[in-house]
């Protein structure tokens, strides 16, 4: 006598493998958000040739700090440095701020760098800054999020990510 055992379809196995899977808090990359579409109706939006004069609290634009945030998959780095000379005032990462091995590459470790960096900031006079985003990974927004919660003024966001336009050569492909 011979039994059978029902074979399962690929959407089961699907379900049950969604199922088990365990997933570790705060390690899933950003998620999308809305633009209020108001904002693009307003007129002094996009920058003009008027811009490096235009004043911010009595600073103008072009002597603004600028905030570089440095992002790679495991690690998110804040800078302030000085507009005019590029000397760093204030630097904050993930590992400093006690994240250890993958939780410094996670948006929440992000935001919550952020938040003790702006306060550092703003402790220190810094309270316009621009915005340089730099790398790809989950704390980018994240970042933006946390200096703006704990009370910066953002003026602008610039994304200065390399893009390489001549990648290196791919691997040979594998024989079979």
Same mark, same amino acid.
């Given at each position: 006598?011979?039994?059978?055992?029902?074979?399962?379809?690929?959407?089961?196995?699907? *379900?049950?493998?969604?199922? +088990? $899977? @365990?997933?570790?808090?705060?390690?899933?990359?950003?998620? %999308?958000?809305?633009?209020? &579409?108001?904002?693009?109706?307003?007129?002094?939006?996009?920058?003009?040739?008027?811009?490096?004069?235009?004043?911010?609290?009595?600073?103008?634009?072009?002597?603004?700090?600028?905030?570089?945030?440095?992002?790679?998959?495991?690690?998110?780095?804040?800078?302030?440095?000085?507009?005019?000379?590029?000397?760093?005032?204030?630097?904050?990462?993930?590992? *400093?701020?006690?994240?250890? +091995? $993958? @939780?410094?590459?996670?948006?929440?470790?992000?935001?919550? %760098?952020?938040?003790?960096? &702006?306060?550092?900031?703003?402790?220190?006079?810094?309270?316009?800054?621009?915005?340089?985003?730099?790398?790809?990974?989950?704390?980018?927004?994240?970042?933006?999020?946390?200096?703006?919660?704990?009370?910066?003024?953002?003026?602008?966001?610039?994304?200065?990510?390399?893009?390489?336009?001549?990648?290196?050569?791919?691997?040979?492909?594998?024989?079979?």
């Amino acid at each position: 006598m011979q039994t059978t055992i029902p074979s399962k379809s690929k959407d089961d196995r699907r *379900i049950i493998q969604v199922a +088990n $899977t @365990r997933r570790d808090q705060g390690t899933d990359g950003e998620g %999308t958000f809305n633009i209020d &579409a108001s904002i693009f109706e307003q007129k002094d939006v996009f920058p003009t040739e008027k811009m490096p004069n235009m004043l911010f609290n009595g600073i103008p634009f072009s002597k603004v700090p600028i905030c570089n945030v440095r992002v790679s998959k495991n690690n998110t780095i804040l800078t302030i440095t000085d507009a005019v000379s590029g000397e760093v005032r204030l630097i904050r990462s993930c590992g *400093i701020e006690g994240f250890k +091995n $993958t @939780r410094k590459g996670t948006n929440v470790a992000a935001q919550a %760098t952020a938040q003790t960096f &702006a306060a550092a900031a703003i402790n220190k006079g810094y309270t316009n800054i621009r915005v340089r985003v730099r790398g790809l990974g989950p704390g980018r927004m994240s970042a933006i999020k946390g200096l703006q919660m704990a009370g910066m003024n953002i003026i602008s966001v610039t994304d200065s990510t390399p893009v390489s336009w001549n990648p290196p050569r791919p691997r040979k492909a594998r024989r079979l």
